[in-house]
């Protein structure tokens, strides 16, 4: 039972294009969401994150947005650029439990 | 400043061998969990731990023990290696689990191969 879906394995942008990752959930409970960037033979390293008092976070080109009630949350890159490509991981957790759920992650390529 | 450190980076195993992969940290964070990642899989929680002493079963723990004797360290044993073990292990490490909103800081990943 995957509690936490991005449908989209893999997403082809322009270089200075937009880029929306998407990632949905399942499990009610989640109420803090992150988003890793994972580049090859590296770990994931954390990239931006929100609360679910929140519907909005921004950090410099990287905004995420989650909608509580449709249970689904997309990460904005603006503009991307070519060292944006990577495989981005949305997870989440539930309170205090540190435990994280991944998703499968969505290949993002910026080409130029 | 080290973070999170993996050792072996690569390994290369037979079916029924055993060993150990290494995970310390130096954030002297509370909570540590081993994930593996497989292609279409996501990472996949295989245990995980609070503090010292104390240790618990993820999704796929099957195969796979774990302690917790220090702060720091974080082994992960395979008891008898299987071909279906072949995987990415990346290590974790987090804050305290009551300080809410913390992320997680990864290594670099043990790529094992079971032949």
């Known amino acids: 039972d995957q509690q936490v879906k991005q449908n989209s394995p893999s997403l082809s942008v322009q270089e200075g294009r937009i880029s929306i990752l998407n990632c949905d959930y399942t499990n009610s409970m989640f109420d803090y969401f992150l988003w890793y960037k994972k580049y090859p033979a590296e770990g994931p390293t954390f990239l931006i994150s929100?609360?679910?008092?929140?519907d909005k976070n921004e950090d410099g080109r990287f905004t995420v947005f989650l909608n509580k009630s449709a249970k689904h949350l997309s990460l904005h890159i603006v503009p991307s650029q070519p060292g944006d490509s990577a495989v981005y991981f949305c997870?989440?957790?539930?309170?205090?439990?540190?435990?994280?759920?991944f998703g499968t992650g969505t290949r993002l390529q910026v080409t130029l | 400043n080290a973070g999170v450190t993996q050792t072996p980076k690569f390994q290369v195993l037979k079916t029924g061998q055993s060993m150990t992969l290494q995970c310390a940290q130096d954030m002297n964070h509370e909570y540590m969990s081993w994930y593996r990642q497989d292609p279409g899989m996501g990472l996949r929680l295989i245990h995980y731990s609070v503090g010292a002493g104390i240790t618990d079963q993820g999704e796929v723990p099957n195969g796979y023990n774990v302690s917790r004797s220090t702060t720091e360290d974080f082994p992960l044993r395979l008891l008898s290696a299987a071909p279906s073990q072949t995987s990415v292990y990346f290590c974790?490490?987090?804050?305290?689990?009551?300080?809410?909103?913390?992320?997680?800081?990864f290594g670099q990943g043990t790529r094992l191969t079971v032949v």
């Open positions: 997870a989440a957790k539930a309170g205090t439990a540190s435990k994280l759920t």
């Open positions: 929100i609360s679910s008092i929140k």
């Open positions: 974790a490490s987090s804050p305290a689990s009551h300080r809410a909103n913390t992320e997680a800081f």
